[in-house]
């Protein structure tokens, strides 16, 4: 491989690991933001979902740009591929953290209606899986991607058992109900994080191996 596209793929390399680290911090912020009442947090979160959105598209003209005109080997198509799909998670992982901002705007307009210790576990699980399959990438570690990928049921796990503690509480108290809703939207946001960051640990495992095991999870449950 030339310099010239030798550098094209480093680029797309350091866009997504900028586009991570956004994303991550959209998701710190927006939890703070939550835990800590801070609405000035949650309207950062919003007003810096756009600069991801940009980035999920220069990334995908810099995908299209290369596969255009270096007719790439099978190794590099599979690494054009795990990136315009890494970034289409990150994005999604950014939306995410909006929805949860939103939600904690709502939230901190009234009492807090239990602690909140399940939902910062949540996400700092997320957070954690995040950071993981980014150096997973970088790093070329397809054994830690595994890894990433079987964290995903603790975090369904922590999801299903406080969906259930917020159905009770709306069961016994209907004046619950706004607030138990609210906190079950950021719960289920955090789910999707995990299930967003285990695609991008798919996707790794894939441009490493080879190998796609996207659907194993399923076929287990199934077995």
């Given at each position: 491989m030339n310099h010239f596209w030798e550098k094209n793929l480093t680029e797309i390399r350091e866009q997504l690991l900028l586009m991570s680290g956004l994303s991550e911090r959209s998701l710190s912020m927006a939890m703070r933001g939550l835990v800590n009442r801070d609405e000035?947090?949650?309207?950062?979160?919003?007003?810096?979902?756009?600069?991801?959105?940009?980035?999920e598209i220069q990334i995908d003209e810099m995908v299209i740009t290369y596969m255009a005109t270096h007719g790439p080997v099978a190794k590099d198509c599979r690494f054009m591929l795990a990136a315009s799909k890494i970034s289409s998670n990150l994005e999604r992982i950014a939306d995410q953290a909006t929805?949860?901002?939103?939600?904690?705007?709502?939230?901190?307009?009234?009492?807090?209606?239990?602690?909140?210790?399940?939902?910062p576990l949540?996400?700092?699980?997320?957070?954690?899986?995040?950071?993981?399959?980014?150096?997973?990438?970088?790093e070329a570690k397809?054994?830690?991607?595994?890894?990433?990928?079987?964290?995903?049921k603790s975090v369904?796990?922590?999801?299903?058992?406080?969906?259930?503690?917020?159905?009770?509480?709306?069961?016994?108290?209907?004046?619950?109900?706004?607030?138990?809703?609210?906190?079950?939207?950021?719960a289920k946001a955090l789910e999707r994080v995990a299930d967003h960051v285990t695609n991008?640990?798919?996707?790794?495992?894939?441009?490493?191996?080879?190998?796609d095991i996207r659907h194993e999870r399923g076929r287990k449950a199934i077995v």
């Amino acid at each position: 491989m030339n310099h010239f596209w030798e550098k094209n793929l480093t680029e797309i390399r350091e866009q997504l690991l900028l586009m991570s680290g956004l994303s991550e911090r959209s998701l710190s912020m927006a939890m703070r933001g939550l835990v800590n009442r801070d609405e000035t947090l949650c309207d950062s979160v919003e007003a810096e979902d756009s600069q991801i959105d940009l980035l999920e598209i220069q990334i995908d003209e810099m995908v299209i740009t290369y596969m255009a005109t270096h007719g790439p080997v099978a190794k590099d198509c599979r690494f054009m591929l795990a990136a315009s799909k890494i970034s289409s998670n990150l994005e999604r992982i950014a939306d995410q953290a909006t929805k949860i901002a939103r939600n904690a705007k709502r939230l901190n307009q009234e009492p807090l209606l239990k602690p909140l210790i399940d939902i910062p576990l949540m996400a700092q699980i997320g957070q954690e899986m995040l950071r993981d399959s980014m150096t997973a990438y970088v790093e070329a570690k397809p054994d830690l991607a595994t890894e990433i990928v079987a964290r995903d049921k603790s975090v369904n796990d922590i999801y299903k058992q406080l969906a259930r503690e917020l159905t009770s509480y709306m069961i016994e108290d209907p004046k619950t109900i706004t607030r138990a809703l609210n906190l079950l939207t950021v719960a289920k946001a955090l789910e999707r994080v995990a299930d967003h960051v285990t695609n991008i640990a798919e996707e790794v495992f894939y441009l490493y191996k080879g190998e796609d095991i996207r659907h194993e999870r399923g076929r287990k449950a199934i077995v």
